[in-house]
């Protein structure tokens, strides 16, 4: 494995649209690193310009402080794990493993490539599927075989581009499970990128945000959710969603907006009142939505919630937890 650093790099397409915009990233040895946004916000291409699939406008990329911008893509010893299962479809799941040790740059013994091979398949939990084509496999036996085909090689960095977000949200998570442990196993170092919240916070040792081809924020899982910079970089993570209210709606008339947790309001008591909109029962919590002053609240509280559609209802907040951010939608620290 080897510690990746991207400085100052640019990359536009068509020579005006900007995909990356002055990126500087250092991921660790041995770190699991995730890049989160939208749609269009540059992970993939961040991603490619790793690779060498994608040729940068300027800046630098180093493994190990050796700067390998201009080295071709062969030569850079990457793993990459698409979307797509891209599965040779009449080999054997053990073929597909083995493909990228038989190449002809590593010439491997076939005797160390059947200890490889078999030794992934057992922590992806797919040893029994080892002689079934490709074709034979579910959409999660088939991810497994793609993940696995980057993690029997050794090499510089994993490069993973949302490598489950084509399987079902039961399958998701148990992948993310495993996929985590084995990462600790290997001690390897992964580039991940996803727009899912769930996958930045359970997978990562440090997170990326990106915006319009930016990196507006990077720090652990904690730090992003409890001190974003921006209002954007709150939105990135929490379930159910951050409520931006007007600074004025609690007499913060200096401040133009505030974020508030649904999980810092408390109900049933409090100076504040207002109407139930609906409540959501999650079974380990109760998401409440209400009506204050044209505005509505997101609450989330432990356990059930009994109430009713326009139910006048009373709450609280917790004033040290509330983010505060300016006109241009930046945080405002206090001093």
Do not use: W
């Not at 493909?99 to 992806?124: C, D, G, T, W, Y």
């Not at 600790?184 to 996958?199: G, M, S």
């Not at 008591?269 to 509505?296: H, M, R, W």
């Amino acid at each position: 494995m080897a510690k990746v650093e991207l400085k100052k790099l640019f990359k536009t397409y068509n020579k005006k649209i900007k995909a990356l915009e002055d990126i500087n990233l250092t991921i660790e040895d041995g770190q699991f690193f995730v890049l989160l946004g939208p749609s269009g916000a540059g992970k993939t291409t961040t991603l490619r310009c790793i690779a060498g699939l994608e040729k940068i406008d300027s800046g630098d990329v180093l493994f190990d402080d050796e700067n390998i911008t201009h080295d071709q893509p062969a030569s850079r010893d990457v793993s990459f794990v698409f979307q797509q299962y891209s599965l040779y479809p009449h080999y054997t799941v053990y073929e597909n493993l083995a493909f990228p040790l038989r190449s002809p740059m590593r010439k491997l013994p076939e005797e160390e490539i059947k200890n490889k091979v078999e030794k992934i398949a057992e922590m992806l939990k797919i040893t029994n599927k080892l002689k079934n084509k490709a074709t034979e496999l579910s959409g999660g036996e088939m991810q497994r075989v793609a993940i696995g085909r980057a993690l029997v090689r050794e090499p510089n960095i994993y490069l993973m581009d949302e490598p489950l977000s084509s399987l079902d949200a039961k399958l998701r998570e148990t992948l993310r499970v495993e996929l985590k442990n084995i990462q600790l196993n290997l001690n390897a170092t992964i580039l991940y990128v996803t727009h899912d919240q769930a996958e930045a916070t359970t997978l990562a040792d440090k997170i990326g945000v990106l915006k319009e081809g930016k990196i507006v924020q990077i720090g652990t899982p904690e730090e992003i959710y409890e001190n974003p910079n921006s209002i954007y970089v709150s939105q990135r993570l929490g379930s159910p969603k951050i409520n931006i209210l007007p600074g004025s709606l609690f007499k913060l008339n200096n401040i133009t907006k505030i974020g508030l947790r649904p999980e810092n309001i408390e109900l049933g008591n409090g100076p504040y009142e207002g109407k139930v909109i609906s409540t959501e029962n999650l079974g380990s919590e109760t998401v409440v939505a209400i009506n204050f002053q044209d505005n509505e609240i997101l609450a989330s509280i432990q356990g059930s919630y009994n109430s009713s559609i326009n139910e006048k209802i009373n709450f609280d907040i917790n004033t040290n937890k509330v983010l505060k951010f300016d006109k241009g939608d930046q945080r405002i620290y206090e001093r």
